[in-house]
């Protein structure tokens, strides 16, 4: 099944780890929160997307499956 980032704008106190440990993906805007990347995450990418959902500190970020509706752009924090 393929995934995809989502970030919780309600959580994420933009400490910037996730941007860190997934650049690839993630960006930070001029405030220290994330930007992300929604388009599916290859399974060669997958662990680094773990690894970043792993390490938020506040539960902010998860992978899901890359089919779920999108809110809206803003209510995920990107784009
Ligand atoms: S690590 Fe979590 S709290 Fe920090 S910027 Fe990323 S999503 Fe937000």
Excluded: Q
Excluded at 10 to 20: F, K, T, V, Y
Excluded at 37 to 56: F, L
């Amino acid at each position: 099944m393929s995934v995809r980032l989502r970030v919780n704008p309600i959580l994420c106190d933009g400490h910037g780890l996730c941007a860190e440990l997934f650049p690839e993906r993630i960006a930070l805007d001029d405030w220290g929160y994330p930007i992300i990347d929604h388009s599916p995450i290859g399974s060669k990418e997958e662990s680094h997307a773990r690894r970043a959902v792993d390490a938020c500190p506040t539960l902010a970020l998860a992978l899901i499956p890359a089919n779920a509706p999108r809110p809206s752009a803003r209510a995920e924090g990107g784009e």
